[in-house]
């Protein structure tokens, strides 16, 4: 499996750590909850087959999808990191799913032997928390926007540019996209019609196609 985590490590140095960090692999079912909000958390996941959504509900029953995750990414890493502090997410398995889990104390302290592929890992772990990080504000940026319109061209014109390329797919449906940018998905829907009729974008299901001429005619 091809994960950040295991940057720089061969095959075999992989193979070598993975009792270290007292790894255990799991299978979840679609549907069913991996973590749930209020666990504590001891260990990282990484997960292998599937896909993964991360979800906040408050008491009134409203979702936020704070984001997706996907074959070779990692997750619960920041909870691991503190122990005993209560997840504020649940984890939902949104297809059938494996994982694998590491126990995150064995993973910041180095064997006795010092060896330099668990050194490697450790800075490999801070740099996706940095990434991690970089997602959350750009999430927080996009949904900072009063309108509709400007929280999806915030969102579209990013993804847009991260794939280089006007014409692109978006790892969301519709509803995902609603609970990402914390919009009900009526009105989100309804504004991508009045979005296309005004030639601003062409969209069918998870592609899009921007249109870059109109926007100087277009008032947010």
């Not at 006795?112 to 668990?118: D, I, K, L, T, V």
């Not at 996009?142 to 014109?157: D, E």
Request: a neutral charge.
């Amino acid at each position: 499996m091809t994960t950040p985590l295991w940057k720089g490590l061969k095959e075999e140095e992989i193979e070598a750590i993975l009792p270290c960090l007292r790894s255990e692999e799991k299978f979840i079912k679609k549907g069913e909850f991996v973590y749930r909000m209020g666990d504590p958390i001891s260990s990282l996941g990484v997960l292998l087959q599937g896909k993964l959504s991360i979800e906040h509900d408050d008491l009134w029953g409203n979702k936020t999808i704070l984001s997706m995750i996907t074959p070779g990414n990692i997750f619960a890493e920041t909870y691991a990191c503190v122990p005993g502090e209560p997840l504020m997410v649940n984890i939902v398995a949104i297809e059938d799913s494996r994982i694998l889990c590491l126990n995150m104390l064995h993973l910041l302290t180095t064997c006795e032997r010092s060896c330099p592929h668990h050194n490697k890992l450790i800075r490999n772990l801070l740099a996706i928390l940095a990434q991690k990080n970089l997602h959350l504000s750009r999430r927080s940026f996009h949904t900072a926007a009063k309108t509709i319109r400007a929280r999806l061209l915030s969102y579209l014109s990013y993804e847009a540019s991260r794939q280089g390329s006007l014409s692109f797919d978006i790892p969301f449906n519709r509803q995902q996209l609603a609970d990402y940018l914390n919009l009900d998905r009526s009105a989100l829907s309804n504004e991508l019609s009045k979005m296309q009729k005004e030639q601003i974008i062409i969209c069918h299901r998870n592609h899009f196609l921007l249109h870059t001429d109109s926007f100087d005619e277009m008032d947010f």
